[in-house]
T-cell receptor
Framework: DVKVTQSSRYLVKRTGEKVFLECVQD?????MFWYRQDPGLGLRLIYF???????EKGDIPEGYSVSREKKERFSLILESASTNQTSMYLC????????????????FGPGTRLTVL | AQSVSQHNHHVILSEAASLELGCNYS??????LFWYVQYPGQHLQLLLK??????LVKGIKGFEAEFIKSKFSFNLRKPSVQWSDTAEYFC??????????FGTGTRLKVLA
């Protein structure tokens, strides 16, 4: 059974704190993604990575950074948490482009609900 | 701007009613299309996907979707919904190598 796990289901932090969200996948997927999910806005891409140590900005990267030191692990970092970063954060992974279009779906983790006070 | 539109934000149906959720996208060229479902308290999971071939795609739990290229649409259907179909449904488009664009979601509530 394929698995994407996230380090915490719920997290409460204070404004200004540095926050680390961890994601691990066990499917040997090349691609990994971080989204935030907000009511009425759907999923918005923060960052993605297509290989170890490679990263690309998504649609809303401001205030976030990422790290991918190992293939299976993709970390999202909030350098200085702010209240407008209160949200549900979803990690996803997918196979690389060489696998073909029929294997393009993303697999999602359970999400981390972050509250910044 | 490139986008994915889900026309219905909230849908309420009685059990056994038929369901159709609309999804339109604004990209040309080759796309991969997906419907994901998020049951209450659970993670997003794939319902079905289209990448080529037969435009009528069948997924899990009796869902199907039809890709109509001329209309840039990928509507989700189910002939008879159940209470357990209560969930939020997301349409998504993969355009290019890495970019996935999601719609804003449709919350479906099925009354027993």
């Amino acid at each position: 059974d394929v698995k994407v796990t996230q380090s915490s289901r719920y997290l409460v932090k204070r404004t200004g704190e540095k926050v680390f969200l961890e994601c691990v996948q066990d499917m040997d997927h090349e691609n990994m993604f971080w989204y935030r999910q907000d009511p009425g806005l759907g999923l918005r891409l923060i960052y993605f990575s297509y290989d170890v140590k490679m990263k690309e900005k998504g649609d809303i990267p401001e205030g976030y950074s990422v790290s991918r030191e190992k293939k299976e692990r993709f970390s999202l970092i909030l350098e200085s948490a702010s209240t407008n970063q209160t949200s549900m954060y979803l990690c996803a992974s997918s196979r690389g482009v060489s696998s073909g279009r029929e294997f393009n779906e993303q697999f999602f983790g359970p999400g981390t609900r972050l509250t910044v006070l | 701007a490139q986008s994915v539109s889900q026309h219905n934000h909230h849908v309420i149906l009685s059990e056994a009613a038929s369901l159709e959720l609309g999804c339109n996208y604004s990209y040309g060229g080759t796309v991969n299309l997906f419907w994901y479902v998020q049951y209450p308290g659970q993670h997003l999971q794939l319902l079905l996907k289209y990448f080529s071939g037969d435009p009528l795609v069948k997924g899990i739990k009796g869902f199907e979707a039809e890709f109509i290229k001329s209309k840039f649409s990928f509507n989700l259907r189910k002939p008879s919904v159940q209470w357990s179909d209560t969930a939020e449904y997301f349409c998504a488009v993969k355009k290019g190598t890495y970019k996935y664009i999601f719609g804003t979601g449709t919350r479906l509530k099925v009354l027993a």
